[in-house]
């Protein structure tokens, strides 16, 4: 039987926040164990700084300048996910995620999965997902939500679901876990378990925990470097990026929420701990191609490499903060642990899995550079930017990095606008620049690239509930 598949992406993760890479706070000793026996990439990048075209690269094979895939006016066209072609060739396959974009949102990402299982954070699944209309209509749009939930065909429902949202953004404390604005890791460890249950032939999993994604809600086990206070802090922030940007709160305020953040990765890794205790259980751990990784990092104020401005978030250019993530891959039969430190990249995901369902090793460091790339800011996030911001110059345009080892050191190179650096990249705790950089030698990289045409236009949202619009916006989507 061929080797089953299970990706786990532990959103908004950042190498540099694991003890897997020298963090020092224990947040992953978990998977530190589960490294020791599996193959540790520590030069592991993301191909963007935010969700949808991250995501896409990695379940495409394809880099964000091949695909295209940057907004939810589009929709990857059908029959160019690796899990579709797993699919066709007789896997079951299932994806669990509160993300919307993954399970939600018709993207495409979530066609290639026979069972999705979305957010289970709502009152009412049957009614308006505040969460999703916040992707077209903006934060603090509640009127405009009061009126999409009366004109819903289940309005009081509806009413009652951004009521509770907004019960969870403001008072996370006071509502049950099922119903936070961010639903533990273990909701969805519990999807999967349960759906593995019933499988008797070859599967392909994707689960994608958003504990480490803002609002930062670990639970008192693992909130060892946080707290109360902060948890007072961060529930008195109405806007967990922008605010920080438009000077309406100092610096120092988000660099004190990197302690909850640590709290929410621990909580991710003791459910890593557990998947990887039930397959091997099962007797299914040694016949299974393990992936564990992230699909950006976050930023907590840190100075922008080529931008006058610091990193709050992601989704806002290439710097090592957003796309240096950790990435350990237990291969099909491996036992022992394996170190590779030259440049990794998540794109080579596809080509990964084709090679073990053929009984071979593939890996994720490429023959050529590593590229990545982080478009332009979406125009509602530009919206929701001008409540805060009045010059979002420093914030938009494109800008492209690429990575090559050279005579055994990591460099570096970026792009923005008409500044170019190189960097040279120690590990995940250290990087520095060192010197400016010919802008041809990246530009020329990206514009080898094919336009492979992944893409087509695509009605938005559409129908989308108020609730999966709400948490798109909340998540920094929009």
Not at 75 to 89: D, Q, R, Y
Not at 108 to 130: E, I, M, S
Not at 275 to 301: C, I, K, Q, W, Y
Not at 311 to 331: C, R, T
Request: proline share 5%; aromatic share 8%; charged share 25%.
């Amino acid at each position: 039987m061929p080797p089953n598949v299970l990706l786990v992406v532990m959103d908004s993760v950042r190498a540099r926040n694991t003890s897997l890479h020298g963090h020092v706070n224990d947040t992953t000793p978990a998977l530190r164990d589960f490294a020791a026996k599996s193959t540790v990439y520590e030069q592991a990048r993301a191909p963007s700084s935010w969700s949808l075209p991250s995501h896409t690269s990695i379940l495409t094979g394809s880099h964000v300048a091949e695909h295209g895939l940057i907004g939810t006016d589009q929709k990857l066209s059908p029959g160019n996910t690796v899990f579709e072609e797993l699919a066709s060739g007789g896997y079951a396959t299932g994806v669990f995620s509160e993300n919307p974009l993954l399970t939600r949102v018709d993207v495409g990402l979530k066609d290639g999965f026979d069972t999705v299982q979305g957010p289970q954070n709502l009152l009412f699944p049957d009614a308006a997902n505040p969460t999703e209309f916040v992707l077209t209509e903006g934060r603090r749009e509640y009127i405009s939500y009061l009126r999409h939930a009366l004109t819903h065909e289940k309005p009081v429902k509806s009413l009652l679901n951004g009521a509770a949202t907004k019960a969870a953004w403001t008072y996370p404390t006071l509502v049950p876990d099922r119903l936070r604005a961010s639903s533990p890791a273990s909701v969805y460890a519990d999807g999967f378990l349960g759906w593995l249950e019933d499988r008797d032939g070859p599967w392909a999993a994707c689960i994608n925990f958003m504990d480490a994604h803002l609002p930062y809600e670990p639970a008192e086990k693992h909130d060892q470097w946080g707290g109360a206070r902060l948890r007072k802090m961060q529930g008195s922030l109405d806007d967990q990026v922008w605010t920080f940007h438009g000077g309406d709160r100092p610096w120092w305020q988000l660099r004190a929420l990197e302690a909850l953040y640590d709290g929410t990765i621990r909580q991710i890794d003791a459910q890593v701990e557990r998947l990887v205790s039930e397959l091997e259980a099962r007797g299914e751990l040694d016949d299974t191609l393990v992936v564990v990784t992230a699909d950006h990092g976050e930023g907590f104020g840190e100075r922008s490499e080529l931008r006058d401005v610091r990193v709050a978030g992601h989704g806002i250019g290439v710097d090592e903060v957003l796309l240096h993530v950790p990435l350990v891959v237990k291969y099909p039969g491996q036992s022992e642990g394996e170190r590779v430190t030259i440049p990794a990249s998540l794109v080579e995901f596809p080509d990964v899995v084709r090679a073990a369902v053929d009984g071979e090793r593939y890996g994720f460091a490429p023959d050529g550079p590593v590229l990545a790339s982080a478009n332009d800011i979406m125009e509602s996030t530009k919206e929701n930017a001008r409540g805060y911001v009045a010059d979002l110059e420093p914030y938009t345009g494109e800008t492209m990095a690429s990575y090559a080892e050279e005579d055994g050191t990591v460099r570096k190179r970026t792009v923005w606008r008409d500044r170019a650096a190189e960097f040279t990249v120690v590990d995940a705790q250290t990087a520095f620049q060192s010197g400016e950089t010919d802008s041809s030698v990246v530009v020329e990289a990206f514009e080898r690239l094919p336009e492979r045409g992944l893409t087509e236009s695509a009605a938005g949202l559409g129908d989308a509930d108020g609730d999966t619009r709400q948490r798109l916006e909340d998540l920094g989507y929009m």
